[in-house]
């Protein structure tokens, strides 16, 4: 199973601020299917960026989605007051999907 | 739009059953493969099992393989999920969801609003 393992654990910053948050992979993954997903407390998960670097229908530009490697990176250029959120890496392979075990952005 | 509605959460105790049910409306069910994900109170997400279009092919995570069983009703639009054996950590709130935007390769795009297990003696 791949292993998927989010940094930092709780990230606090302000809101105008730019955020890096980091997914790495315990092997191989493929860009096609790593997606990062943001979730808000009663909420169910939403779609941020799929193919590791390509936005959701509808999300704005201040979110941007890179990779390296077995390392990927979700980006947000300036914080909004809504960002602040929980986010979640998610990989699919050999018919089988994890997801990294989250960080929490939090307001500073 | 498209909607997805769970159902069939509760209360129960260690070993016992418990059916989960998904209702999709406002797309073509039978076209889709269908997930279910969950997350235990204050965790992170869980993958827990995949059904293809036309319940031909199934997959769990281990952690539930053998216990529950995912299958669909295309005539009915329904999703279910049949949880046996069930363990104290196996509660948690259990989406439904699938990738509808077929551009988005594996990622899901459309979620429930979720149903609370809680297993607990």
């Known amino acids: 199973e791949i292993v998927l393992t989010q940094s930092p654990g709780t990230l606090s910053l302000s809101p105008g601020e730019r955020a890096t948050l980091s997914c790495r992979a315990s092997q191989s993954v493929s860009s096609t299917y790593l997606a990062w997903y943001q979730q808000k407390p009663g909420q169910a998960p939403r779609l941020l960026i799929y193919g590791a670097s390509r936005r959701a229908t509808g999300i704005a530009d201040r979110f941007s989605g890179s990779e390296s490697g077995t390392d990927f990176t979700l980006s947000i250029s300036r914080l909004e007051p809504e960002d602040f959120a929980v986010y979640y890496c998610q990989q699919y392979a050999n018919a089988s999907y994890t997801f990294g075990q989250g960080t929490k952005l939090e307001i500073k | 739009q498209v909607q997805l509605v769970e159902s069939g959460g509760g209360v129960v105790q260690p070993g016992r059953s418990l059916k989960l049910s998904c209702a999709a409306s406002?797309?073509?069910?039978?076209?889709?493969?269908m997930h279910w994900v969950r997350q235990a109170p204050g965790k992170g997400l869980e993958w827990v099992a995949v059904i293809s279009y036309d319940g031909s092919d199934k997959f769990y995570a281990d952690s539930v393989k053998g216990r529950f069983t995912i299958s669909r009703d295309n005539s009915n639009n329904m999703l279910s999920l049949q949880m046996n054996s069930l363990r104290l950590e196996d509660t948690a709130v259990y989406y439904c969801?699938?990738?509808?935007?077929?551009?988005?390769?594996?990622?899901?795009?459309?979620w429930g609003q979720g149903t609370m297990v809680t297993v607990s003696s």
């Open positions: 969801a699938l990738r509808f935007n077929t551009w988005l390769y594996n990622a899901f795009d459309i």
């Open positions: 406002r797309f073509t069910f039978s076209t889709y493969a």
